[in-house]
T-cell receptor
Framework: NAGVTQTPKFQVLKTGQSMTLQCAQD?????MYWYRQDPGMGLRLIYY???????DKGEVPNGYNVSRLNKREFSLRLESAAPSQTSVYFC???????????FGPGTRLTVT | AQRVTQPEKLLSVFKGAPVELKCNYS??????LFWYVQYSRQRLQLLLR??SRESIKGFTADLNKGETSFHLKKPFAQEEDSAMYYC???????????FGQGTELSVKP
């Protein structure tokens, strides 16, 4: 099993550009999450999906949208990228909302 | 407010020395507490959780509800322990993890 996979691994955007970060899991998990990791701030939850067909805002949702495409896939979209969105983005999944979360390898995004 | 605080950004020790990574939390209920570790160029992974009361790679952590702390300890640090460590809290309603700022542990030879 690949576990949680994320694409791309690296991305450079110009201010105002849009892009979608992809996440997929092959563990048949119900819940999926998007975090951003910034130096000195730890990981902060952007959005999560407790189950297929549902999404909810986390701590820092502004400037992002998500889509739970199916049980396996959970994408994160930046409609108009800003330099403040320069970060490392992690996707995670868990069997259910009370279970251990498994993390993907991360996407390093730079917005210039 | 729900909050996790790791007061040390960087902790540097010599191999064989004891290590303690501090974690304090703010939460009014009975949370679940976790330690996650991220080795260089690897993904974040669960190290241990307080409810399991186990020792992983020689690390232990005890939940102290009176002091609202969940410090991570190891009696003899190894070079391979060098990594970024995150303390995290899950409120008792489940789901969302709240992470601390992280502590980078550097174990020197």
């Amino acid at each position: 099993n690949a576990g949680v996979t994320q694409t791309p691994k690296f991305q450079v955007l110009k201010t105002g550009q849009s892009m979608t970060l992809q996440c997929a899991q092959d563990m048949n998990h119900n819940s999926m999450y998007w975090y951003r990791q910034d130096p000195g701030m730890g990981l902060r939850l952007i959005y999560y999906s407790a189950s297929e067909g549902t999404t909810d805002k986390g701590e820092v949702p502004n400037g992002y949208n998500v889509s739970r495409l199916n049980k396996r896939e959970f994408s994160l979209r930046l409609e108009s990228a800003a330099p403040s969105q320069t970060s490392v983005y992690f996707c995670a999944s868990s069997a259910n909302r009370d279970s251990e979360q498994y993390f993907g390898p991360g996407t390093r995004l730079t917005v210039t | 407010a729900q909050r996790v605080t790791q007061p040390e950004k960087l902790l540097s020790v010599f191999k064989g020395a004891p290590v303690e990574l501090k974690c304090n939390y703010s939460y009014s209920g009975s949370p679940e507490l976790f330690w996650y570790v991220q080795y260089s160029r690897q993904r974040l992974q669960l190290l241990l959780r307080h409810i399991s009361r186990e020792s992983i790679k020689g690390f232990t952590a005890d939940l102290n509800k009176g002091e609202t702390s969940f410090h991570l300890k190891k009696p003899f640090a190894q070079e391979e322990d060098s990594a970024m460590y995150y303390c995290a809290l899950k409120p008792n309603q489940g789901g969302k993890l709240i992470f601390g700022q992280g502590t980078e542990l550097s174990v020197k030879p």
